[in-house]
């Protein structure tokens, strides 16, 4: 019976993640565009906050998108007279940040505000990065678990290059927006582990996001993260930790994103981040 629900519930989990990749209705609002995201407060007064990334930033799983997912929750944290331009999209890697737009609205948006000074921008991304890897090679079997990952180069070949394509990718996109504003307030986000720790997925995400000691990959994409932050002075909010082992509490029931409980969890740590940096006197603005 156990291994029986074991393969229902992975069979669900990925059937929720081929929705929310393709953009299906009924999962995510990847049919929208930048201008359709949840709406803001417009008004041309004091300073601006712009959420670049993927699902996350767009609140896929969240009971209200607008109101209830960690973006639109550290805008109300902000206070009054903050401009929200949300231009997460459901789907995106971090190449598709680049291809589809986003990046380029967002530095129009940083070079173009009419004295509305950008005073913070959160950037998340990377999750759709690794989807390649579980739709090609773990779901299908070939990679069934960590062992395999490690050993089989059919395995390690397609996890490396995912890894080498983000850090560029990621790499391009914050030396663009430092160019826009060298000093622009940037929060770079790691990536939590959405899989329950009874599935063999569980590990191989833990693997691919925060890499294994000894092992070819020493460093997972969160070290990614890590890196391109540290070499550029930037602030990192830390998910994984906060989420680890908390997915029944924190994930909603398409087994990937976050439910409300996990998009607070979110927008806390943003919050905290931002309290800090302010304690430190590294905050750029006071709200």
Same mark, same amino acid.
Do not use: W
């Given at each position: /019976?156990?291994?029986?629900?074991?393969?229902?519930?992975?069979?669900?989990?990925?059937?929720? #993640?081929?929705?929310?990749?393709?953009?299906?209705?009924?999962?995510? %609002?990847?049919?929208?565009?930048?201008?359709?995201?949840?709406?803001? *407060?417009?008004?041309?007064?004091?300073?601006?906050?712009?959420?670049?990334?993927?699902?996350?930033?767009?609140? #896929?799983?969240?009971? &209200?998108?607008?109101?209830?997912? !960690?973006?639109?929750?550290?805008?109300?944290?902000?206070?009054?007279?903050?401009?929200? @331009?949300?231009?997460?999209?459901?789907?995106?890697?971090?190449?598709?940040? /680049?291809?589809?737009?986003?990046?380029? =609205?967002? $530095?129009?948006?940083?070079?173009?505000?009419?004295? *509305?000074?950008?005073?913070?921008?959160?950037?998340? $991304?990377?999750?759709?990065?690794?989807?390649?890897?579980?739709?090609?090679?773990?779901?299908?079997?070939?990679?069934?678990?960590?062992?395999? @990952?490690?050993?089989?180069?059919?395995?390690?070949? %397609?996890?490396?290059?995912?890894?080498?394509?983000?850090?560029?990718?990621?790499?391009?996109?914050?030396?663009?927006?430092?160019?826009?504003?060298?000093?622009? +307030?940037?929060?770079?986000?790691?990536?939590?582990? %959405?899989?329950?720790? !009874?599935?063999?997925? +569980?590990?191989?995400?833990?693997?691919?996001?925060?890499?294994?000691?000894?092992? +070819?990959?020493?460093?997972?994409?969160?070290?990614? @993260?890590? &890196?391109?932050?540290? +070499?550029?002075?930037?602030?990192?909010?830390?998910?994984?930790?906060?989420? =680890?082992?908390?997915?029944? =509490?924190?994930?909603?029931?398409?087994?990937?994103? %976050?439910?409300?409980?996990?998009?607070?969890? /979110?927008?806390?740590?943003?919050?905290?981040?931002?309290?800090?940096? &302010?304690?430190?006197?590294?905050?750029?603005?006071?709200?």
């Amino acid at each position: /019976m156990n291994r029986v629900l074991g393969v229902l519930v992975a069979l669900s989990l990925s059937l929720a #993640v081929a929705s929310a990749a393709c953009g299906g209705e009924a999962a995510t %609002p990847d049919s929208r565009s930048p201008s359709d995201a949840p709406p803001a *407060n417009a008004s041309g007064d004091g300073l601006t906050y712009i959420a670049l990334g993927d699902s996350l930033s767009a609140g #896929v799983g969240a009971s &209200k998108a607008g109101e209830t997912a !960690f973006v639109p929750l550290v805008h109300e944290s902000l206070g009054d007279g903050h401009e929200l @331009i949300n231009l997460g999209h459901g789907g995106d890697t971090s190449a598709d940040l /680049m291809d589809h737009g986003h990046l380029d =609205e967002a $530095i129009e948006s940083i070079g173009g505000r009419n004295g *509305n000074e950008v005073a913070l921008v959160t950037l998340e $991304i990377g999750g759709n990065d690794l989807l390649g890897l579980y739709f090609g090679v773990v779901l299908t079997g070939v990679c069934p678990d960590v062992a395999a @990952i490690l050993s089989k180069p059919e395995c390690t070949e %397609p996890l490396t290059a995912a890894l080498a394509e983000f850090d560029a990718n990621l790499g391009e996109t914050l030396d663009l927006l430092l160019e826009a504003d060298p000093s622009l +307030q940037i929060l770079l986000l790691t990536l939590y582990n %959405p899989f329950p720790g !009874f599935l063999p997925v +569980q590990s191989i995400a833990s693997l691919a996001l925060e890499g294994l000691a000894d092992s +070819q990959f020493a460093d997972g994409l969160n070290d990614i @993260i890590r &890196k391109h932050a540290g +070499q550029r002075d930037l602030p990192v909010v830390e998910l994984y930790e906060p989420f =680890e082992n908390r997915a029944s =509490e924190l994930i909603s029931g398409d087994f990937i994103h %976050p439910n409300d409980a996990g998009y607070r969890v /979110m927008a806390e740590a943003v919050i905290a981040t931002l309290d800090g940096l &302010k304690t430190s006197g590294r905050r750029r603005y006071s709200p």
